[in-house]
């Protein structure tokens, strides 16, 4: 029900925003979307919840966010509306992801469709990154890799096998996750310069490495590895915590600088993880 409210509450927007110029009429939805991604009720349940996954949307639904101020103070109105829909739509995502279910539903079916419409959102923000990057070699690897992936995710549905089907888009998730992050990597140099100080940086950085931290974890909760897999994961992940723990040595010291190499040879060494895990991705 409270989906179904906010819904109704966007569409009397929407209809209120002839009334305005298209500038004002993004910052009234703007503000909207602030207040659900940060202050509803919704939002509030999203923060309680323990699932990485609703975390991760969240978080991408606040980055969306902020892209959409960036172009609307650049005097970009309708590129801001597109982001501030796509930050909706996702928030919206997270919400639903983190709704109890109740003890008359298919638990297991319930959450495969929770996790194929996360993975549909995230390909959504995949697609529009890729074309305004216009990194054509990202996209078209991803592509192909995610087909096959959702080809067998498919079938598996169809037979109603929706733990397995679950395990294939975990595969797809992080993909595309890791492959935004990829993406924006030329874009996340050039906002670095605009950090008020080294420890904004660090700040950022630390951030960025809990989030792979956790995609770790989402791909291999659910997933029967080898032993020979799962020690090769084991020795990233070890490694990538001694250097994060060096890197907050070195942050205690006021070295920021060290503490930011350290904290981005940390994060390669959890991409490494997901790689050895048998799923490619860029970075």
Known sequence: MYVIRLCVSVLILFISFHCYSQEA???????????????SSG????KKSNNPEVKILHQLAKDLFEQANDKLSSGNAAEAASLLNQSAKTMFDAIRLSTPVS??????KHDYENRKKSVTALREAFDRIALEKNDQKIKDNVDNQLKEIMKIS???EQAEKYT??????????????QSIESLRSGQTLVRSLNFASAEEEY??????????????KL?????????????AVSKFTQQAAVLRAQAEQAANDDNFKQAIDLLEQSTKQFVRAIRSAGVYIPG
Not at 25 to 39: D, T
Not at 203 to 215: I, Q, V
């Open 43 to 46: 939002a509030q349940q999203v």
């Open 25 to 39: 009429a993004v910052n009234l939805e703007g503000a909207f979307i602030s207040k659900l991604i940060n202050e």
């Open 154 to 156: 498919l079938q598996l």
């Open 203 to 216: 700040h950022y950085e630390l951030d960025r490495n809990d989030t792979h931290k956790m995609l770790v």
């Open 103 to 108: 003890m008359g539903d298919n638990k297991v």
């Open 219 to 231: 791909l291999l909760d659910e997933k029967q590895s080898s032993a020979y897999t799962q020690k």
């Open 164 to 177: 397995p089907a679950k395990k294939e888009l975990n595969k797809a998730y992080v993909l595309l996750k």
